[in-house]
C-alpha cells in the first residue's frame, strides 16, 4: 500500500506570496491532519479534516487554512507568506477519526520564505 | 496547558547497551499516548502506542516503552541499541486529533 505522499517536496517563496501545498493520503483513510515543525516551536498541529470537514485547529493565525476534497486528498494554503512561515510541513492520515489509529506521516514538503 | 517534557536533549549510548528516551506529559484525562521517529529529511515513522492495558506495550524495531500512570509517564526503551537506531525520537500525547509532540530526543549510538 502506498504510504502519504506530499507535493512538492521543496518550495521557495517571497514575504507576501501565497501557497498551496497538497497531501495523498494512505488509501481508505479519511482523517488528515497538518503539521508545521520548526527548529524554534518544533512540531505544532495546524488543524485536521475528517470527510472534507475541519473538525480540529491548532492555534495558528487565519492565514493558514486547508481543505478536504471528496478523495480525502487535502490542501493547506498559506497566505501573505512571512518569513517565519519557513518549516517543514507534514501531512498524517489516518484510518479513523480520533482514538486509537495511529498517524502516518508523508515525507513533508519543506517551504523556505525569502 | 497541555504539555509534553522530554528532559534530555540528548541521549548518548554504546552500541549493544539499553537505552531509555525518558517522557512526562501533562494532558487532561487518560490520552492516548504514542512515540515517533524520524530520520533526517524525512517524515515521521510510527513506533508504538499505549491505548489502555498492560503498561509495556511493545513496537516496532525492538522498541518497547513503559507507562507509568501516577507519574504520567511513557519512557521508551530497548535492551540492546544498533548503530541505525540513531534518530530523534518524539514522544507524543493524542488529544483529540491532535498529537501534542515534545521537543524531541536525539538518540546517538555509537559503534
Known amino acids: 500500500k502506498a504510504g502519504v505522499t506530499q507535493t512538492p517536496r521543496y518550495l521557495i517563496k517571497t514575504r507576501g506570496q501565497q501557497v498551496t501545498l497538497s497531501c495523498s493520503p494512505i488509501?481508505?483513510?479519511?482523517?488528515v491532519s497538518w503539521y508545521q515543525q520548526t527548529p524554534g516551536q518544533g512540531l505544532q498541529f495546524l488543524f485536521e479534516?475528517?470527510?472534507?470537514?475541519?473538525?480540529n485547529k491548532g492555534n495558528f493565525p487565519g492565514r493558514f487554512s486547508g481543505r478536504q476534497f471528496s478523495n480525502s486528498r487535502s490542501e493547506m494554503n498559506v497566505s501573505t507568506l512571512e518569513l517565519g512561515d519557513s518549516a517543514l510541513y507534514l501531512c498524517?492520515?489516518?484510518?479513523?477519526?480520533?482514538?486509537?489509529?495511529?498517524?502516518?506521516f508523508g515525507p513533508g514538503t519543506r517551504l523556505t520564505v525569502t | 496547558a497541555q504539555s509534553v517534557a522530554q528532559p534530555e536533549d540528548q541521549v548518548n549510548v554504546a552500541e549493544g547497551n539499553p537505552l531509555t528516551v525518558k517522557c512526562t506529559y501533562s494532558?487532561?484525562?487518560?490520552?492516548?499516548l504514542f512515540w515517533y521517529v524520524q530520520y533526517p529529511n524525512r517524515g515521521l515513522q510510527f513506533l508504538l502506542k499505549?491505548?489502555?492495558?498492560?503498561?509495556l506495550v511493545k513496537g516496532s524495531y525492538g522498541f518497547e516503552a513503559e507507562f507509568n500512570k501516577s507519574q504520567t509517564s511513557f519512557h521508551l526503551k530497548k535492551p540492546s541499541a544498533l548503530v541505525s537506531d540513531s534518530a530523534l525520537y518524539f514522544c507524543?500525547?493524542?488529544?483529540?486529533?491532535?498529537?501534542?509532540f515534545g521537543k524531541g530526543t536525539t538518540l546517538s549510538v555509537s559503534s
Open positions: 488509501s481508505g483513510h479519511r482523517s
Open positions: 498524517a492520515s489516518s484510518q479513523a477519526n480520533f482514538g486509537s489509529y495511529e498517524q502516518y
Open positions: 494532558v487532561s484525562g487518560n490520552p492516548y
Open positions: 479534516y475528517f470527510s472534507e470537514t475541519q473538525r
Open positions: 507524543a500525547p493524542l488529544l483529540g486529533a491532535a498529537l501534542i
Open positions: 499505549y491505548i489502555t492495558g498492560d503498561n
